[in-house]
């Protein structure tokens, strides 16, 4: 977090910043790595817009920008992140870990106490994101994709 503030502010995301919202989340639409389990679908205006359930944490240049952004679904029982990303000219800065640590500060303040996080194993800065911020690995999935049968000779 010490890392980025210097760079932008960061702080919730307000029913203001949805334009903001849309157009950093359609400029890294194709940034994904990963398969179903860690797909991102594109935003709509509904689900760019904070709720007491969907909120998110951004991080905006002095000039306003957004350039990085977590939003995490907030449940009775656990809080899990639904997506985290960062402008591609500001990545590797600290800032996708400064959102995501604000996002949990923020949330243990306000008593959450169990938070959940999913990232690619083809995805090294997501995964070093969560490590940054104190998540464990607890469990993996695997994505299965049809394949040839042994003994297929086509190439
Ligand atoms: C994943 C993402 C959000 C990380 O944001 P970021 O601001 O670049 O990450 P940070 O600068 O906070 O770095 C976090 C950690 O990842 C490491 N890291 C960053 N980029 C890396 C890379 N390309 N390869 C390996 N490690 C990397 C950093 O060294 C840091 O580790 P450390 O805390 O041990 O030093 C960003 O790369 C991104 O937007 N990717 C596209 C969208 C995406 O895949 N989102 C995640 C799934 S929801």
Redesign the pocket.
């Known amino acids: 977090m010490d890392?980025?503030l210097p760079l932008a502010d960061i702080r919730e995301i307000q029913v203001t910043d949805v334009v903001a919202v849309l157009t950093l989340d359609r400029e890294?639409a194709d940034?994904?790595?990963?398969d179903v389990a860690?797909a991102?679908d594109p935003l709509t205006p509904a689900g760019a817009t904070p709720t007491t359930t969907h909120r998110g944490w951004g991080a905006f240049t002095s000039h306003g920008q957004l350039v990085?952004m977590t939003f995490a679904d907030i449940a009775q029982d656990v809080t899990e992140?639904d997506?985290?990303?960062?402008?591609?000219g500001?990545?590797?800065?600290?800032?996708?870990?400064?959102v995501k640590a604000a996002c949990l500060l923020a949330l243990s303040d306000e008593g959450h106490v169990d938070f959940r996080t999913?990232?690619?194993s083809d995805?090294?800065?997501?995964?070093?994101?969560n490590?940054?911020v104190g998540y464990e690995l607890d469990e993996e999935w695997l994505s299965y994709a049809p394949g040839d049968r042994p003994g297929d000779q086509r190439a």
């Open positions: 890392r980025a890294t940034d994904y790595p990963g860690t991102h990085a992140t997506f985290t990303v960062v402008d591609r500001w990545r590797h800065r600290g800032l996708g870990s400064a999913g990232g690619s995805n090294p800065a997501s995964i070093a994101a490590r940054a």
